[in-house]
């Protein structure tokens, strides 16, 4: 196992991968979603073409268009750069419709009480609509941190030194494939597992009192 | 001039005429009532006044300035018309007192400090300062609704607009609710969509009749109960009256 310190060199570019295009992701999501549910026609459509484009294809297609295939056009990124730009534009689209579901969810009597109350539309959308999405979209929003976190390891093929990257040279040059890929495999699983504990720590501090916890809040209450 | 005037009202959905021309007018700290059967148009109206379904035809008045027209800056107007709904509309991720002062914070840009002092009053007023700190799914429908009259009223309206206020309350709650609303009569304008009609009758400055789209028929409650011109108002009062009592 002296090959450890090797293996764990890739472990901040594995954790810069996901979290870059996780928040880069999320507020493109973000952008999309809301120029789908409210925008004019045309940005509409404009938000569903990049939604159908992203989701569409592979995601190991859109790394090597923009690592080997941007290059005919003048256009050369780094393969850690190309991968956080190709993981967070993928992972814009996936994000965009999870919120869209969860902003189309919130009633439209809440926008009207927000609009009655003089708040302008966009008001409305922050200080109403949004707070309850975000909330609501939670769970679906750590699934895509998990698959994320997983699916970095395609970086591999544009010659990121991730994780994944790193356990394969060593396995190469060792021939201990077994061993190397399971330690890998285990550090892979102690984040999901982090990861998702942590999300879900988030959700009951934020969760809104009375709704879904009604067990708790009747006995704080009684 | 009237604090709210209403011209010759138009609209439709789709093919459908649901307002065939109303018009009346509601003056300073009066309370006017409409009552009419289902589908009336009574609520389509009143989203036509504060113009988050704007007429097709017709005009809009409130202190002098026309709200139909395109250029009034309807978010400043509504600021000045308090809205309670039937089902209440609280926003669901705020507590009782931020549903009161969010208004105040965000469209008044009152300090927040100050805007919580003052809607912590308006629920005092409404009975709930020991509910300032409950969310919605924590109160019952009474209180909610009762939370839903203190956001309106902490915009400092000139005139409230309540689409049947006691509707979808249990019968025992209701009287909470009135009681708020009665204390409110002459120190602002009400237009009230309801089937109370003790509440009507003891309250209401003038009670409209509503069919079909038109206005049947408007009076005082004593000659509406009374002494109805048309045939029609005496029989809806009659059979609405048998149904929700008469106190
Ligand atoms: N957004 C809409 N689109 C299409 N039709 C509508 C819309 N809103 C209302 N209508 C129709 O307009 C008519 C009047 O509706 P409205 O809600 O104003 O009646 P109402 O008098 O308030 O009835 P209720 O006592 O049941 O609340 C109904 O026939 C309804 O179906
Ligand atoms: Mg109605």
Redesign the interface.
């Known amino acids: 196992m002296q090959s450890l310190p090797q293996i764990l060199e890739g472990v901040p570019v594995t954790l810069l991968l996901t979290f870059f295009s996780i928040s880069v992701g999320f507020c493109i999501g973000l952008l999309l979603a809301l120029g789908r549910v409210y925008g004019k026609k045309a940005i509409s459509y404009g938000c569903i073409v990049y939604l159908e484009i992203f989701r569409g294809t592979p995601l190991l297609v859109q790394l090597f268009i923009i690592y080997y295939g941007l290059p005919a056009v003048g256009i050369i990124f780094s393969p850690i750069i190309a991968a956080l730009i190709g993981l967070s534009l993928n992972s814009a689209a996936y994000q965009a419709e999870y919120l869209r579901g969860s902003i189309q969810a919130i009633p439209s ?2 926008m ?9 539309r966009l ?1 409305s959308i922050r ?2 609509i949004l ?2 999405a975000l ?1 609501i979209s939670i769970p679906a929003w750590s699934n895509e941190l998990i698959y994320l976190l997983k699916y970095t390891s395609i970086v591999v093929y544009i010659q990121v030194r991730d994780l994944t990257f790193q356990a394969k040279d060593i396995a190469s040059h060792s021939s201990r494939y077994l061993e190397t890929f399971l330690v890998v495999a285990l550090i892979y699983l102690l984040f999901t597992f982090v990861f998702s504990e942590i999300v879900d720590r988030v959700e009951k501090h934020v969760r ?4 879904g916890l009604t067990q708790t ?1 009747a006995k704080r ?1 009684a | 001039m009237h604090m709210l005037e209403v011209k010759e009202i138009h609209k439709s959905y789709g093919s459908c005429e649901v307002l065939k021309g109303i018009s009346f007018t509601v003056d300073k700290d009066e309370t006017k009532v409409i009552i009419g059967t289902s589908g009336t148009g009574k609520s389509t109206l009143l989203k036509c006044i ?1 113009q ?1 379904d704007p007429p097709d035809k017709g005009e809009v008045w409130l202190d002098g300035e026309e709200l139909t027209n395109l250029s009034t800056d309807m ?5 000045k ?3 309670v ?1 039937q ?1 209440f ?5 705020l507590t009782a007192l931020q549903n009161v002062s ?2 105040l914070e ?3 840009k009152i300090e927040k400090e100050k805007a919580k002092a003052r809607a912590f009053d308006e629920l005092k007023n409404v009975g709930l300062e020991k509910q300032a700190g ?5 109160l019952s429908g009474g209180q909610k609704q009762r939370v839903g009259i203190a ?1 309106a009223l902490a ?1 400092d309206p000139v005139i409230i607009l309540f689409d049947e206020p006691t509707s979808a309350l249990d019968p025992e709650l209701i009287g909470d609710v009135l009681d708020v609303m009665k204390s409110l009569a002459g120190k602002v304008a009400m237009l009230i969509v309801t089937h109370e009609m003790g509440f009507a009758r003891n309250v209401a400055d003038e009670i409209i009749f509503m069919e079909g789209g038109n206005i049947i028929e408007s009076g005082s409650p004593e000659k509406m109960f009374n002494n109805a011109n048309k045939e029609r108002t005496r029989e809806f009062l009659g059979r609405i009256s048998c149904l929700y009592g008469k106190e």
């Open positions: 009597s809440q009207i009480a927000g609009r009655t109350l003089g708040m302008t008001q200080t109403v707070p309850q909330r809104i009192p009375g709704i809040v209450n | 504060n988050i978010n400043r107007i509504r600021q018309i308090g809205f709904f089902d509309n609280l926003f669901n991720h969010i208004g965000k469209v008044k409950q969310y919605p799914a924590q956001r915009m």
